[in-house]
Structures are given as structure tokens and as C-alpha cells.
């Protein structure tokens, strides 16, 4: 949900005042928020390039044993009847 521009004002002003008051805090906070952007951005990358599962895996490999399979029976068949029509 979006802040409204009183929210924006109000955590600007508790930012200035935080920097102003504890700078060492609040450069370990925008280290920490840094850490943070760069955990998700990387969280993303390896979602975008993640691995087929296993069972899309264990379809794929069935349909080429299937095809395969079909395959080999035509050629045979097709072999039989070659040999059938030679003679």
C-alpha cells in the first residue's frame, strides 16, 4: 500500500532527525537496507533461472522414450513390408 505524502513527510523528517542525532546508526541501517535490496535482486536472478523441476524432467524424458519407441516399430514395420513386397 502506497504512503500517503503526510506519511512520506513525517518518515523523511524522522530520517533527518535520526541521521542527526545517531549518524553511526543510521549508517548501519542504510548498510543493512543495501544488504537487504542486494539479497532480493540476487533472490530474483536465481528464480528467473531456475532448473525445470523433476517432474517436468521425468515427462520429458517419457515422451522421448515413447517417441523413440514409436519410431523403432514403423522402421520395423516398414522394413517387413519392403521385405514382403521383394519377394
Excluded: C, G
Amino acid at each position: 500500500m502506497a504512503w500517503s505524502q503526510e506519511e512520506e513527510r513525517l518518515l523523511a523528517q524522522i530520517e533527518r532527525h535520526l541521521s542527526d542525532d545517531d549518524p553511526r546508526l543510521a549508517a548501519r541501517l542504510e548498510s543493512l537496507n543495501e544488504r537487504l535490496e542486494r539479497r532480493e535482486l540476487n533472490a530474483r536472478r536465481r528464480a528467473a533461472r531456475r532448473r525445470p523441476s523433476r517432474a517436468t524432467i521425468i515427462i520429458l524424458v517419457s515422451w522421448l522414450l515413447i517417441a523413440t519407441l514409436i519410431t523403432a516399430l514403423l522402421i520395423v514395420a516398414f522394413r517387413h513390408d519392403a521385405a514382403a513386397l521383394a519377394l
